[in-house]
């Protein structure tokens, strides 16, 4: 039995991830392992990002880009994530911060209709959202978590990302992620972004540019290759088909990114290959 725990850090960019801002994730991907190349998807928006995690296809195939239910039509021609665990009898959770009004009936689409088994919250701030999750997983010793933290997106947008209240956000992150490996040593920890912030407006992130579609991508326990740096480009969509590997689940043809089992140590990228 394996279990992984994907960890989205809404609006944190990479340049953020520092000694003196957040020490536990730079350690993290030095001592395992990180990608350099890392992007989200077009547009570089929550909405959009999170749909991609949630179906494994891109924008364009779900065609969810902003708040609204629009997309439900095509949910019928999709694959979601969850759904493919729950076919293999694997729990599936989700904790996040609190949601926005008019971002809840997405939320409860998504998981409502991907079989997922609950969505606690909610509840602000990073550590206590880590914390959260934690006593669920707790209980958990096997299966698939989900965590958002809204932390880093919220200052973004109230100040500017790289302000210091944004900074601020980074650390309290850091906070939740080193609580979260510390206490689960034998689990995957995905930990990545949904888009960056501040290329364009400077409380802003959905306008093409670079620093709004680089995100961190960072892979930690129990089977991941030490001191490893991807340099091919490698984008949010590769991550739902390598955590259906690493489960042990088929990944569905039509998903559009790859399996990283460069990410994975020897022994274990050949049980995942």
Known sequence: ??????????GLRPDAISRVHA?????????????LHATTVRPSVTVAALASLATGVSPATHGLVEPGLGFLG???????????LSK?????????????????????????????????????????IAGQALRHLQRMPHGFAFVYLPDCD??????????????QAVRDVDDAVALLHVLLPDTLLIVLSDHGGGGVMPTDHDLPHPVNDWIPL??????????????DPVSLLDVPPTVLEWLGVPVPGVYEGRVLTEAFAPSRHAAVA
């Open 154 to 167: 919220r200052a973004g947008h109230a100040h500017g990302w790289m302000s210091a209240p944004y900074l």
């Open 1 to 10: 039995m394996a279990r992984c725990v994907v960890v989205l850090v809404d």
């Open 88 to 128: 293999h009898r694997i729990p599936a959770i989700v904790v996040a911060g609190a949601l926005a009004p008019r971002s809840r009936p997405v939320a409860w689409a998504l998981t409502a209709c991907a079989g997922i088994n609950l969505l606690a919250g909610p509840t602000d701030g990073a550590p206590r």
């Open 23 to 35: 020490p536990a994730l730079r350690a993290l991907g030095h001592d395992y392992t990180r990608a």
């Open 218 to 231: 960072i892979l930690s326990g129990a089977g991941v290759r030490r001191h490893h740096t991807i340099t």
């Open 74 to 84: 095509r949910l019928g021609t999709l694959r979601p994530f969850a759904r493919e």
